[in-house]
């Protein structure tokens, strides 16, 4: 079955760099659009970055110029490499596949002022 797993979250200064990286398995993964997202209590949860097979990405307004989402097609792995975290940049974040219903269980990133 598809399993998505997170890791690489932490408590970081701001201005400070995260590598977060997603394990896949049981799919296809090289085909597959990737992605991350993030969530804050009491709030939706939101798109960060998403990767197609081919590599083209597409990033929310909020973290272009300071995130950069990538992947690893022989490792089955999607990463968000963040450098310049803002206190604002504190949620929990997901890996998704795709535009399913098949996500991670999270990883929690804080950035402290």
């Known amino acids: 079955q598809v399993q998505l797993v997170e890791s690489g979250g932490g408590l970081v200064q701001a201005g400070g760099s995260l590598r977060l990286s997603c394990q896949a398995s049981?799919?296809?993964?090289?085909?597959?659009?990737m992605g991350w997202y993030r969530q804050t209590p009491g709030k939706q949860r939101e798109l960060v970055a998403t990767?197609?097979?081919?590599?083209?990405?597409n990033y929310a307004d909020s973290v272009k110029g300071r995130f950069t989402i990538s992947r690893g097609n022989a490792k089955n792995t999607v990463y968000l490499q963040m450098n310049s975290l803002k206190p604002e940049d504190t949620a929990v974040y997901y890996c998704?596949?795709?535009?399913?219903?098949?996500w991670g269980q999270g990883t929690q990133v804080t950035v402290s002022s």
């Open positions: 990767i197609t097979s081919g590599g083209s990405t």
């Open positions: 998704r596949l795709g535009t399913l219903d098949y």
């Open positions: 049981g799919f296809i993964f090289s085909i597959n659009l």
